[in-house]
């Protein structure tokens, strides 16, 4: 195991050392390394870490085994490590095979290559170097494969299927392995890229109660995250809870709005816009009716930590197995959501999922139960918030600046959800985006070195 990275550990212990408040210096690397290190953290940075709720660090503390000083390390690090990784995939292009933490405390980053050439690239950022066959190109190529020639068959028997970086391989995990055989024989994806696992459940969508805070429409499901469009509120939640026209109530069984637009299967999205009555703040209900901060949407790299709330299981906190994932419910697959190891059971669906303070995704389904373990499937909030052109509420405003408005000094725009490796002009410089996330005011890419890169 590598030691910390050594402004990883001072940010570390910058952040125990402070009352209630987590201190982190800015990423390392080329893009903070001409930065003034007195002119404190990146608010990217600082809202991945500061803003956390007491209640994830509880959950962090009881579900993953963590002392309160590891878990505040852990988030420290885990934000660090998104940077690193993100930079690590624009050096090295094509040769990228994937990045992803562990350890107790996630102060080991693990960048993978395909050419060994790249190693010194890798550890000069602190991260540990592991060279594969197979670069993360070409696994998403071999996944896009079998979710084509997913449409054609029945594949119930064969139901999940991921691009698993640790293992540079795609996993496909089967009741039965000639259902695997299947998929992988009619997508024409060779044996060397797959992987495949036993699987002894069948995922299925969480529908009848509710996580978070429960609504009504028919049955109960839960808001994942508060949002707004322009001068309309309203809320992100899992597709399958309903579909454009369903109208809904709210926790106490006011009338409250409708859904505005919903995709499942395919994706497990939607969006219900609320009336007057109803306002959308920048909280998910925590463990006791507490509130919990939601301070952005930066994604969470494989092996971090990420909590969710439900109300029928309350707070329980994991980690991240694997993005990019397809799972196969009785209604369809669905491509695109991330795999994770929190648990959940039926009535949690829709429900938010969160890391430290960034809004990670809904809850979409699962496997198993919060007694005996189980996984969970929850739709990623960006893509989301992409497709129906939302905005996230936020701790820090995170305000809808209007459609098509770009902001002063180049094409950066708030509001806008950026995915790694995207371009941006702003000041006259040209930057890269290292983290997928919904762009907010103050997060301009000069202030925000952990989630941009002067290209």
């Known amino acids: 195991m590598l030691p910390t990275h050594p402004r990883r550990a001072a940010a570390a212990c910058a952040a125990l050392a402070a009352a209630g408040a987590l201190v982190l210096a800015g990423a390392p690397g080329s893009a903070s390394a001409q930065a003034d290190p007195a002119a404190g953290p990146s608010p990217a940075v600082s809202a991945a870490v500061d803003a956390t709720s007491p209640q994830v660090l509880s959950a962090m503390r009881r579900d993953l085994g963590l002392t309160s000083a590891q878990a505040k390390a852990r988030l420290v690090n885990e934000a660090e490590a998104g940077a690193d990784a993100g930079a690590l995939r624009a050096a090295l292009g094509g040769d990228f095979a994937g990045a992803w933490v562990r350890g107790a405390t996630s102060r080991t980053l693990t960048v993978a290559t395909t050419d060994s050439a790249d190693v010194p690239v890798i550890e000069a950022r602190g991260a540990r170097a592991l060279v594969v066959p197979h670069s993360l190109g070409d696994l998403d190529a071999a996944k ?192 695109g959501v991330t795999r994770t190891t929190v648990c959940a059971e039926p009535g949690d669906s829709g429900g938010s999922y969160i890391s430290g303070s960034q809004a990670q995704g809904v809850t979409s389904g699962g496997s198993g139960d919060c007694r005996s373990g189980g996984e969970t499937f929850h739709q990623p909030i960006n893509p989301l918030l992409q497709q129906f052109g939302l905005t996230l509420k936020t701790t820090g405003g995170g305000e809808d600046p209007g459609p098509g408005e770009p902001e002063p000094g180049g094409t950066w725009a708030a509001g806008k959800v950026y995915a790694a490796g995207d371009s941006v002009t702003y000041g006259g410089a040209t930057f890269r985006c290292l983290q997928g996330h919904q762009a907010q005011p103050g997060w301009e890419p000069p202030n925000t070195p952990a989630l941009w890169q002067r290209a």
């Open 144 to 335: 896009a494969r079998l979710d084509r020639a997913a449409k054609r068959l029945d594949t119930r028997d064969a139901p999940v299927w991921y691009v698993d970086v640790r293992s540079n391989a795609v996993v496909i995990r089967a009741v039965r392995a000639s259902a695997a055989e299947s998929l992988t024989s009619a997508a024409g994806v060779g044996s060397a890229l797959v992987r495949v696992e036993r699987a002894t459940a069948r995922p299925k969508p969480l529908y009848d109660l509710v996580g978070g805070e429960a609504y009504y429409m028919g049955g109960r499901c839960s808001i994942g995250f508060p949002v707004t469009k322009g001068t309309q509120q309203g809320f992100a939640t899992a597709g399958h809870c309903g579909r454009a026209g369903t109208a809904t109530s709210g926790y106490n069984q006011v009338a409250q709005g409708s859904f505005q637009a919903s995709i499942f299967p395919g994706k497990d999205m939607a969006w219900v816009a609320t009336n007057s009555q109803w306002t959308a703040t920048p909280y998910v209900k925590g463990q006791g009716g507490a509130r919990v901060g939601v301070g952005g949407s930066t994604q969470s790299p494989v092996g971090a930590s990420i909590c969710r709330s439900g109300s029928t299981t309350g707070w329980h906190c994991g980690t991240v197995s694997q993005h990019n994932t397809s799972v196969t419910y009785p209604e369809g697959t669905i491509s």
